[in-house]
Nanobody, 123 residues
Framework: QVQLVESGGGLVQAGGSLRLSCAVSGGTFSSYAMGWFRQAPGKEREFVGSIGGSGRSRLYGDSVKGRFTISRDNAENTVYLQMTSLKPEDTGVYYC????????????????WGQGTQVTVSS
């Protein structure tokens, strides 16, 4: 069974930075494309970015391009989301997700999900 556990969320001022981590157990980590999504209260879950199994392929949502960076360490079974120049609209619960295959942005194409970590950006 594949399990994902996010960490690193918290409260940060606008313009600040934060790094989220997602530790994965079970399965073959390097075979999974890993995605980050976020959900604000009353809104649908939004694609943030995704990284392929080897780390060579990356895809980002338009709202975070140039500010967020996804990376992974296959030796540590961990994927990271480095967030910079944070804005209040980045506030939400951030989820990591895993799927077999290529990077995609569609929520429903990810099979495994973590429990989420709260990120709050104050103005």
């Amino acid at each position: 069974q594949v399990q994902l556990v996010e960490s690193g969320g918290g409260l940060v001022q606008a313009g600040g930075s934060l790094r989220l981590s997602c530790a994965v157990s079970g399965g073959t980590f390097s075979s999974y494309a890993m995605g980050w999504f976020r959900q604000a209260p009353g809104k649908e879950r939004e694609f943030v970015g995704s990284i392929g199994g080897s780390g060579r392929s990356r895809l980002y949502g338009d709202s975070v391009k140039g500010r967020f960076t996804i990376s992974r360490d296959n030796a540590e079974n961990t994927v990271y989301l480095q967030m910079t120049s944070l804005k209040p609209e980045d506030t939400g619960v951030y989820y990591c997700a895993a799927r077999s295959g290529a990077v995609v942005s569609t929520v429903t194409r990810y099979a495994y999900w973590g429990q989420g970590t709260q990120v709050t950006v104050s103005s």
